[in-house]
């Protein structure tokens, strides 16, 4: 237990469904992320929240649209998928504004999903 | 950030001391060494980090060179579950925020 939680584990969709996948963290921090890792793939880093701003976007397309509504609440929208968007999501939090240990960036167990 | 050069696989018997080595030469003063670790189709787990002085946790030590262009992981007493893909990497803490940026890692599997 990480103090990340994210839902669903797993989703399968279809490339015209419309989904969401959320991420909850208990660690009182002010900063959260959204990586992916494709197979085989090192994870790469796709958005950055930092008091609730996205402070970073690193070139995603616009069928990935995240949301946060509060410090400790991360959605990523999914629409009109392709099948190469299959991948683990993995959301994370840290605390922005300490150097040191206090900047450490947690993980959730991420989110499976699969586009057909 | 630095980058850095980790073995791609590496192999240790349960109940031995595995020893992860990592080269970041090109690491700057204000960059920490981070280590996780990926075990499979879960999310990465942080492990220790350290700046220049060797650390110690429940988990693992991290040994940095005096010249801080390499550093080592050690766990003490590998076990199965210890299993996983290790990730080292050099990051740079500013007030503004953090990112950390992986590389492939080592695949570290413990052997019966």
């Known amino acids: 237990e990480t103090g990340v939680t994210q839902t669903p584990r797993h989703l399968v969709m279809g490339m015209t469904n419309k989904k969401s996948l959320k991420c909850e963290q208990h660690?009182?921090?002010?900063?959260m992320y959204w990586y992916k890792q494709s197979a085989k793939k090192p994870l790469e880093l796709m958005f950055v929240?930092?008091?609730?701003?996205?402070?970073e976007n690193n070139s995603v397309p616009s069928r990935f649209s995240p949301e946060c509504p509060n410090s400790s609440h991360l959605f990523l929208h999914l629409h009109t998928l392709q099948p190469e968007d299959s991948a683990l999501y993995l959301c994370?939090?840290?605390?922005?504004?300490?150097?040191?240990?206090?900047?450490?960036?947690?993980f959730g167990e991420g989110s499976w999903l699969t586009v057909v | 950030d630095a980058k850095t050069t980790q073995p791609t696989s590496m192999d240790c018997a349960e109940g031995r001391a595995a020893n992860l080595p990592c080269n970041h030469s090109?690491?700057?003063?204000?960059?920490?060494v981070y280590w996780y670790r990926q075990i499979h189709s879960q999310g990465p787990q942080y492990i220790i980090h350290?700046?220049?002085n060797n650390e110690t946790n429940e988990m693992a030590s991290l040994i940095i060179t005096e010249d801080r262009k390499s550093s080592t992981l050690i766990l003490p007493h590998a076990t199965l579950r210890d299993t996983a893909v290790y990730y080292c990497?050099?990051?740079?803490?500013?007030?503004?925020?953090?990112?950390?940026?992986f590389g492939e890692g080592t695949q570290l599997t413990v052997n019966p």
């Open positions: 350290g700046l220049k």
């Open positions: 090109t690491i700057s003063g204000n960059e920490y």
């Open positions: 660690l009182g921090h002010n900063a």
């Open positions: 929240y930092s008091l609730e701003e996205r402070v």
């Open positions: 990497i050099v990051r740079e803490l500013e007030t503004s925020g953090s990112r950390l940026t």
């Open positions: 994370a939090s840290s605390q922005w504004g300490l150097q040191g240990t206090g900047n450490t960036i947690y």
